[in-house]
Every structure is written in C-alpha cells, then in structure tokens.
C-alpha cells in the first residue's frame, strides 16, 4: 500500500498548491480542509465481495478505483466546480472518470463530485501510474454525508424507508441553505 500512501502525499501537495495561489490571487480560500485515507482491508473485502470481483492483488489494484481517497471540502457550493477545474489542469494528471452528484444527488440524498485521476508515482526511479479517487464537496453536504454515513452503520443502525425520506428531505434543505449562502458572498 506504500504506493497508494505515496500517491496520496503527491496529490496533497498539489492540492497545497492550488489552495495557496487560490488565497494569494483572490483573497479567498476555496478549501476549508482536506482528507485523506487508505481505504481499509476490511472495506476492501466487502466492495470485492459485492462486485463479484476474484480476490486476488491484480483484480483489486485493476478494479477498486478508491484504495487512495481524498476528500476537498470547500466552503462554498459553486467552489466545487472551481477546485476540479485546477485539478483537471495539472499536466501530469489524466482524469480517468467523474461522477456529478452535485448536479445530480444520489437517490439517497448524498451530493458530491467525485473525481477518479491517476497521477505518475516514482518509487525508486520506477514510474507507477496510481489512481486516486477525489471527492469535493462543500461544507454542507459533508455535514450530510458525514452523519448519514454514520446513521447507516451505527451498530444494529438499520435505514428503514421513513427515515431515507426524511435523511432525502434534510438533504434537500442542506442543497437550499448552500445556495443562500453563495447568494450572501456575492452581496
Ligand atoms: P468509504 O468508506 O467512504 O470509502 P466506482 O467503482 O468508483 O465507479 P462506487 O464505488 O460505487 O463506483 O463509487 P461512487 O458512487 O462514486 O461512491 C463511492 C463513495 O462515495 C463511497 O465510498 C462513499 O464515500 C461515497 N458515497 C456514495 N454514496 C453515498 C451515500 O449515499 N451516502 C454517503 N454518506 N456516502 C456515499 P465507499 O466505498 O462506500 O465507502
């Protein structure tokens, strides 16, 4: 996993980059914080297990896209859109695919964009080309996220359909409040 670390760290100093000429230039920052993880063993097993995938090393680093994740939140909704923007413009990045649940939020409720890159990693002088999966999303809806994530694996924690209503209702109102307060920062 050394490489996936590795991968992480690259990733984090760019982000540092983009976070610093950001500030410099608008007098603003456009991250609130950054997260990163290794995605554990036992997630692993699991999302293995529900893609049908063979449990060897070579089907996992061909087919999990997230044992690297990182996760930008930014204070504000239309920041979203910016951050990926500076990504997709650094040249030694491919962005292998992205999902758009800002635009359009998971039946769930859950919004966030998801970015999957792959960036060049050297490990003595050996070229790796690692993905990394990025989420951005504001500070908003990684307060949803955050807690339903909780909710749903709370021991014996079971989401049944009145409850999914009402985590979808919350997250409608989070998407309003989001953009009220875009609306305050232009005034
Ligand atoms: P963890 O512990 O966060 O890593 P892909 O193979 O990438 O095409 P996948 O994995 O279904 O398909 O990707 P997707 O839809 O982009 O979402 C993956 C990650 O998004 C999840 O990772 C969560 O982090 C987050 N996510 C997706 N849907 C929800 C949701 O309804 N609620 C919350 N709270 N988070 C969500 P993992 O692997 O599930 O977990």
Known sequence: MYIYSKALKEMEKKINIIKYDYEYLNKYSS???????????????????????????????????????????????????????YIEEFNDITVIKEKDY?????????????????????????LNNVKVEIQIRSLAMDFWA?????????????????????????????NKLDNKMIKFFRK
């Open 31 to 85: 991250i609130d914080h950054v997260m990163s993880r290794i995605k554990s063993p036992e997630s692993l097993l699991n999302k293995m297990k529900l893609d049908n995938l063979e449990f060897t090393y070579s089907s996992m680093i061909n087919n999990i896209n997230d044992i690297a994740g990182i996760r930008i939140i930014c204070p504000l909704k239309s920041d979203i859109f910016t951050m990926r923007k």
């Open 146 to 174: 955050s807690l339903e994530h909780k909710i749903k694996y709370k021991p014996n924690g079971e989401v049944n359909e009145d409850l999914s209503k009402e985590l979808v209702k919350c997250a409608k109102e989070i």
């Open 102 to 126: 800002v635009t359009h939020p998971k039946p769930s409720g859950y919004s966030s964009y998801h970015m999957i890159v792959e960036l060049p990693v050297f490990v003595d002088n050996n």
